[in-house]
């Protein structure tokens, strides 16, 4: 599912991901949730990025190749300083500090990956909330604790990965400390109006942005449709269903609702709903009956009803109509090959990889015909993430632990010095 989910992003362009970041920071902070959470799920998709075959060294080298993450990490990280009125900070993605003061470094709490920078995020998240949320120390509700320790704030989740940290560093004291001293410098440094002022500035911003959205170009509604494509492509209709409602907001829908209708169909075919899947491509070929997309989408909903004939016809009037498009020839392929026709998958595949010659998304024995340096190429690799693979299982078996020995059996060998049991006793005899 990481593969799945990652594979939409990187169809969305990166302003369009600052802007999703901003959006769906300001709304997950406003309904309670950590706001270093953002900063934290962007450090988990960085580690993807750079060591991809901890997760699965079938996908080769670097299956996580989205770009900027680390620009979208800090973006995130800078929002959850600003939304904490300054005060707190992650510093080389580890070190929680407020006000220029270290409170504490975050450790790795994972066997599995180095979670460092997430926990750094999170602990940090929970103090940004605390300060964004209340004007003054008081509403921290610092008080004794067992053990001479303090206490402060409630049980939120929100607060966990702070509490947790602080705790296991004997920190509370020193946290007290730094968040008093903080609200003390607030009204001279003017930082309870500044927030105020951001926040507005926010809402306008928004606004304007909805305003936008309204008159949104034609770009824009074949972004949202390609997207929603390509949650259908990864298994997520419901997505691709919330992903297409967006257009209906948009004044420039109408020459692009085709593909629209067509990408809900196969929508809601993968989610088995067929009466609906089949209106909406009805719809789409009253929309625009040349484009072949729809025929493409509807040949999906088709084949996912068991009617592969239906499916192939739609896939050949796709054909007619864009001869240049490699989805009709490779979705033929691959409906034909599942039919057991080899002969007409074979025509199908040799036309995909004309269109698409260095593509590697063939069945084996086909790929090996058509394209035998493509296919050399594949066994090359698929031979070295093979090698990765034993290389990391052997050296993890060797970073293992030793088993302790294994304990001898309770009962000991019966020898001529041992007691004699009951039954054996004179007594029992």
Known sequence: MILADYSVAKNVILPAEYEADEGGFYLAASAGFNPGGGAAAMARMRYLAEHPTDFDPRYGEEPYDHPDTDKREAKLAQMMTD????????????????????????????????????????????????????????GWAFRPGENGRVEY??????????????????????????????????????????????????????????????????????????????????FRPEMAL???????????RAPQMAGIFAVRGRAYALLG???????ECTRA?????????????????YRAQ????????????????????PA??????????????????????????KLVPEAEDVPDAYLETLAPKTWK??????????????????????????????PADDKPAASAESPASPAETPAAK
């Open 83 to 138: 939304y904490s009125g300054g005060h707190v900070e992650v510093r080389d993605r580890t070190e929680v500090w407020i006000d220029g003061s270290l409170l504490l470094k975050a450790t790795c709490t994972s066997d599995a990956y180095d979670n460092t920078p997430e926990n750094a995020y999170r602990i940090a998240g929970g103090a940004a909330k605390a300060f964004h949320d209340y004007d003054s120390p008081e």
């Open 153 to 234: 704030l409630d049980d939120s989740p929100a607060y966990r990965a702070l509490k947790t940290a602080v705790s296991l560093n004997h920190a509370d004291e020193l946290l007290r400390v730094l968040v008093t001293s903080a609200y003390a410098r607030e009204p001279q440094d003017g930082t309870r109006q500044k927030m105020a002022e951001a926040e507005a500035a926010r809402q306008v911003r928004w606004q304007e942005r909805q305003v936008k959205n309204a008159k949104a170009s034609k770009k824009l509604v074949e972004r949202i449709y390609h997207n929603a494509d390509w949650y259908n492509d990864v």
């Open 242 to 252: 919330a992903e297409t409602e967006r257009v209906y907001e948009c004044d420039a």
């Open 273 to 279: 709903d067929f009466p609906q899947a089949m209106a």
């Open 285 to 301: 070929l009253a929309a625009d009956s040349q484009n072949a997309y729809v025929y493409l989408n509807r040949a999906e909903v």
């Open 306 to 325: 068991g009617l592969p004939d239906k499916a192939l016809a739609d896939i050949y009037r796709a054909r007619e109509l864009d001869p240049k498009a």
């Open 328 to 353: 009709a020839p490779k979705m033929g392929g691959d409906l034909a090959d599942e039919l057991g026709e080899t002969a007409e998958a074979e025509a199908f595949y040799r036309a995909y990889l």
């Open 377 to 406: 190429k594949v066994l090359k690799e698929r031979a070295e993430a093979e090698k990765q693979a034993i290389e990391k299982a052997e050296k993890k078996k060797k970073e293992a632990p030793a088993s302790p020995a294994k």
